[in-house]
């Protein structure tokens, strides 16, 4: 099968505690569904705050989602084989995190942390491990002595390559990447998503692409899902997306990025608040901020329709065939 993620109607709340101490459920991911096939980038983007690191979270098994469905490799890791599928595929999967600082143990070598998969699934020689190693570094362009250096002596850019090593290190399919370049320079992001999509083509990878830097984005993804207060409003090929944004909300998030056009002197910036996840606007989401709401848009929540050229968008602006079929949708306007 070609389709190694596929998500449907995923919801996600936490228990949180509100004002005067009771407990309240903030709402932070609202029916997402999505497929990642094998070989292909699926960007995430969106304000922060919009639900895109919890649900890279729950793709590699962190969290478990509160509703809907998640398949990894055609096994449901939802409902009561969770336990025993994770456990099945976790080798498969693997995270890579915005800050590589954070991600390293500054009192383990090198070597030693690009190892840790390898050393707690237990199954390579010593011997075997320390090869696998250096080859590790040799895929991500780093001196196969690096093994018994220390994270300090490396510079912000070597250390994400140390963080992707260790990704690597049991031959996954499906990597999460949640800004994986956000923290570091501009000279250094090109060369790791350089790196990142060199690997892809070597082998084969599938990554989910969290960011908020739609350039990098662009760069790096096959396709885009926009997300927004924990919905996603659109989803296409990224070209189609970047081109003709379809959902107000995607345009405005486009016409925010600053462009080298003298004719536009200041980028236009959405106006209004990012929506409360505890008590979500009703209907669509957007239609606080959104220039194009209608009355129906205050009561009637759109669903993600197809609409052309292998897009995908929810709003009420746009007609085509219902994406996903979902009980919650059904309801009666
Ligand atoms: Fe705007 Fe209505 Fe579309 Fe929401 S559904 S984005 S409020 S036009
Ligand atoms: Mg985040």
Same mark, same amino acid.
Request: glycine fraction near 8%.
């Given at each position: ?209 969290? %960011?908020?830097?739609? *350039? +990098?984005? &662009?760069?790096?993804?096959? /396709? #885009?899902?926009?997300?927004?207060? =924990?919905?996603? @409003? ?17 345009? %405005?998030?486009?016409? *925010? +990025?600053? &462009?080298?056009?003298?004719? /536009? #002197?200041?980028?236009?910036?959405? =106006?209004?608040? @990012? ?17 194009? %709401? ?10 993600? /329709? ?28």
């Amino acid at each position: 099968d070609d389709v190694l993620v596929e998500v449907r109607d995923l919801d996600m709340a936490f228990k949180i505690k509100g004002q005067r101490g009771q407990p309240t459920m903030l709402h932070v991911l609202h029916k997402l569904s999505f497929d990642i096939g094998r070989g292909e980038t699926l960007g995430l983007v969106g304000e922060s705050g919009s639900g895109k690191s919890t649900a890279g979270r729950i793709l590699v098994g962190l969290f478990e989602p509160t509703g809907g469905s998640v398949k990894l490799f055609g096994r449901p890791i939802t409902g009561p084989e969770r336990r025993a599928n994770l456990a099945a595929v976790r080798s498969r999967l693997q995270f890579v995190f915005q800050d590589p600082h954070a991600a390293l143990n500054p009192r383990l070598r090198v070597g030693d942390s690009i190892a840790e998969p390898i050393d707690i699934a237990g199954t390579m020689s010593r011997r075997d491990r320390n090869d696998r190693v250096k080859e590790l570094l040799e895929m991500v362009g780093l001196p196969r002595d690096s093994a018994e250096r220390f994270p300090h002596e490396f510079s912000g850019g070597q250390r994400q390559r140390i963080v992707i090593a260790r990704a690597l290190a049991l031959a996954p399919a499906f990597i999460v990447c949640d800004e994986p370049v956000s923290a570091l320079d501009v000279s250094m992001q090109a060369q790791i998503i350089n790196l990142l999509m060199d690997l892809q083509a070597r082998f084969g990878l599938s990554y989910l692409f969290i %960011a908020h830097d739609l *350039a +990098v984005v &662009r760069a790096v993804t096959h /396709r #885009v899902a926009v997300m927004y207060a =924990g919905s996603i @409003v659109e989803v296409a090929p990224k070209d189609v997306l970047y081109e003709k944004p379809q959902h107000p909300y995607t345009q %405005a998030l486009l016409d *925010a +990025v600053p &462009r080298p056009d003298p004719a /536009r #002197v200041r980028p236009q910036v959405i =106006g209004g608040e @990012v929506p409360s996840l505890l008590v979500p606007p009703p209907g669509c989401r957007f239609h606080t901020r959104c220039p194009h %709401a209608m009355p129906r848009c205050r009561v009637d929540i759109p669903v993600l /329709r197809e609409t052309g050229d292998g897009r995908q968008t929810a709003c009420h602006l746009y007609e085509g065939p219902s994406v996903i079929p979902s009980a919650a949708r059904d309801l009666p306007r």
